[in-house]
DNA sequence: CTAATATTCTAACGATTATTGGATTGATGT
DNA sequence: ACATCAATCCAATAATCGTTAGAATATTAG
């Protein structure tokens, strides 16, 4: 007797949350949201075995959600759609909306006005445009150029020190990186307020703004 | 030497995963979206054990995407917000845009325009206000009175044959049930065609409605 | 052709998870 | 108080998953 046709389909798009289930296999595909990466650069990033980045790639890549490709000996893994960055988005917000253990974590880290609302969202992208606010891009370079924030500026957080000369210590700085769980950024804020800047950050990353129906500006 | 910070977020985001990871959880979960539920009915409509509804069930609680309260002696089942509903819409959605399979395995069940879009949805809103076509809900009644799409009418599947003469034989009957991998409304355009009616279906239910930002009629 | 490198494949182990049966709780009705 | 019913709790077993180690592939460099 087989199985009805409805449990099918079901078992289909339990695929897609079987891929959702593990923590490193999320970590990566918040990684993929910055763009294309090689399983080597995501294997350190995430800190964990290549072999083990490899199988995780090969779930994800089973479950559809992500795409590979070789490019000379490296093998470059990208998401394969803007909707399942969208659709990580949208698990991480329910999750942090109703897990309160998550709330508790995020608190540890996060300071400030972590959740972004339409307005806030408009109103940052106004100050950016108009130059009221310098909207500083913290993540490695490649990131930045695969896609960032309107009007953002790229320092890395690794050279930001070096590099302060670059920002204005007149205006008002909004530091952002991969998204509300990514540390980059908040270390970028406490770096520039200990040297008098003024500083704060926003939990967005690309994927969060993109799927906030904002524009994001793109490698080509 | 304790776990970094940053995987215990993913960790907790992960939980949530694990909740979507199983197709009887995401079944019981398109359920809650239909209205409240007892386990006993959920166990029924999902064709499974008490006991395994219950288990899952837990599952569901534990990773806070469903709440329960006592009802007398039952207890009774609800999804925790309406953001639940729309994460469930979006997983299926990205699943069905990705997974040949599924894409597959629906061809079989769904003829017609399955996927709407923003247009189709507005301009069959507009039809129901006006008269042009009938909306025609064929849920169990309970779940049309807990919500149900603006001017559809409810003749619950069961009673449709019987209760033929309610509807119009000129005007074009679009019927809908639960979302896309639900078969009544597909039994119902069978069986209103054999008798003669103009009757087509679409893939929405009352949670991919509102996930496309439409209004819908709720109980209170 | 050979060596080196990035990645995957295969096999294996321990840790989780799904599912079932039996005992238990909590509320209702007699 | 007792029996009944919905639902959960508690084990136990089979299936699945995460992770690591070792062998195999494919591409480039010499």
Redesign the interface.
């Known amino acids: 007797m087989s199985r009805?046709?409805?449990?099918?389909?079901?078992?289909?798009?339990?695929?897609?949350?079987?891929?959702?289930?593990?923590?490193?296999?999320?970590?990566i595909l918040e990684l993929l949201a910055q763009g294309e990466k090689t399983v080597e650069l995501l294997a350190n990033e995430a800190?964990i075995d290549m072999k083990l980045a490899s199988a995780h790639l090969r779930v994800l890549k089973e479950?559809?959600?992500v795409e590979s490709r070789r490019d000379g000996r490296y093998i470059a893994y990208r998401l394969?759609?803007e909707?399942?960055a969208?659709?990580w988005t949208?698990?991480?917000?329910?999750?942090t909306?109703?897990?309160?253990?998550?709330q508790v974590?995020?608190d540890?880290?996060v300071s400030g006005p972590e959740r972004l609302t339409a307005e806030t969202r408009l109103s940052l992208l106004d100050k950016a445009r108009s130059g009221d606010v310098v909207v500083l891009d913290v993540r490695p370079e490649p990131e930045y150029l695969s896609a960032h924030l309107p009007h953002a500026r790229s320092i890395p957080l690794a050279e930001l020190e070096s590099r302060l000369a670059e920002l204005p210590r007149d205006k008002e700085i909004v530091a952002y990186c991969r998204g509300p769980?990514c540390?980059m950024s908040a270390e970028a804020v406490a770096l520039l307020n200990t040297y008098g800047y003024r500083a704060s950050k926003i939990g967005d990353g690309v994927a969060e703004w993109a799927t906030a129906g904002l524009p994001v500006q793109t490698e080509n």
């Open positions: 009805a046709l409805k449990d099918l389909l079901y078992e289909q798009v339990a695929r897609v949350g079987k891929a959702l289930s593990s923590p490193k296999r999320l970590e800190a479950s559809r959600l394969s759609g909707d399942v969208s659709l949208k698990l991480h917000v329910v999750a909306e109703h897990l309160i253990e998550l974590a995020l540890g880290i769980f540390l």
